[in-house]
């Protein structure tokens, strides 16, 4: 049952969808014209059917946020790879840097610290994501050696789950038996030219390999060579997040979103795609920005490789992508190149649109890190990683919200506010 399940990814990959629906070619069962901002339905399988004409266009109150602490003075931090919030509303951080899970309390003083760099159990490599299940119990996942921890309320490691998946990976949720939803993405380099590896939501079982495969979306648009992947400028991608049972996952191209709890889709939102020009003095800022980030003596060899890709002509529906504790859904817009805040749009689980607040944009592309032996700047977003947009909105429950912030000097923080949201 594994080997088919691993072949029906492949098989779907290689004959462009033969072996499983693509979920973003979804029927919208709504009519797309309709005068009003917003409908719904539901299909013959129980899942809400939501269009959202235009985001924009949604009358919708703003909500309220009070600032209760920042990470900024007293607690260091370095490539935050996730935070999430614990049933006490103490705050666990996976700090990729350092190898450990920081856990702040409810004012944000530094409880302790969890683990440290090493590959034995409690330690960790590559911290490449943190979630936390309804029971309060940590999951991280290492991505160097793929291995799922899991963590109990003191801090000690109560299990370790291995990954046998080949393919770049990210845990969502976890399901009963050990099981757990997760991204998958295949990277080929044929064809050649603009393409779009696709993406596929999957169970993977306690033996760390794919039993299942729910649906499959178009991936991260990228430019191929016969012996690399360029970056597309504005690229449409996939999204994706997950938080207790709840997973979401969307394409950028227009507003196609899917919420599930644990394996059964639950609302699914469709919107029109964006209008929006990317304009000749934004395209070349991009390009810009892009050479920025690699030492002055190359740009020139960098300029010649983005001249053989593209800058889309429009921007994407939407940028960032949450789910809440609850099922709700934050939907990020895609902000300009000089936006220093992003306008966030909050649906309850059935797709109703709740509100909008306003957060700092977290821009990661713009981060520089230095890699092991190599001399020089590179980007954070290397080939190597899976597509999914990295934003300044960490975790969201019923009355808080934690946000990643950089300072002018690159420094990372987070902000912890009080939410006050509709019912």
Partial sequence: MQQAARCRILSVLVLAGLGCRDASQETDRLDPGADSATSSTTDSAGVTIVHISDLQDLDLPELNRRLLYSTSIDVELYQVAGAVFLPDSSLAVGNKGSSQILVLDQQGNLLERRGRRGEGPGEYVDIAWIGVDT???????????????????????????????????????????????????????RPLGLQRAPLFLVVVDAAGAVVDTLGQWAGKQRYATPDRLIQVGFAATALYAGRGPYSVIATTDSLDVTLYEASTPLTRIHGNH????????????????????????????????????????????????????????????????????????VLRRDGVPLGRLSLPVYRPELLKVRESGITGWAPVELESTIPSASHELLDVTADRIAVLRTSELDEEFIEVYAIDLPR
């Fill in 135 to 189: 029971d309060g119990t940590l999951t991280v996942f290492d991505d160097r050696v793929r291995r799922i921890t899991f963590l109990d309320a003191q801090g000690s490691a109560a299990g370790i789950q291995r990954v046998v998946v080949t393919e770049a990976l990210v845990p969502l949720v976890g399901l009963p038996g050990g099981e757990f939803l997760a991204v998958v993405e295949t990277r080929p380099f």
């Fill in 274 to 345: 964006s209008s929006r020009p990317v304009t000749a003095r934004e395209k070349e800022a991009w390009t810009e920005l892009f050479l920025d980030l690699y030492p002055e003596a190359v740009r020139p060899a960098q300029r010649r490789t983005l001249e053989q890709s593209t800058v889309r002509d429009t921007y994407p529906a939407f940028g960032a992508l949450k789910v809440a504790a609850d099922g709700a859904i934050w939907l990020g817009g895609y902000a300009e190149l000089d936006d220093v805040e992003r306008n966030w749009t």
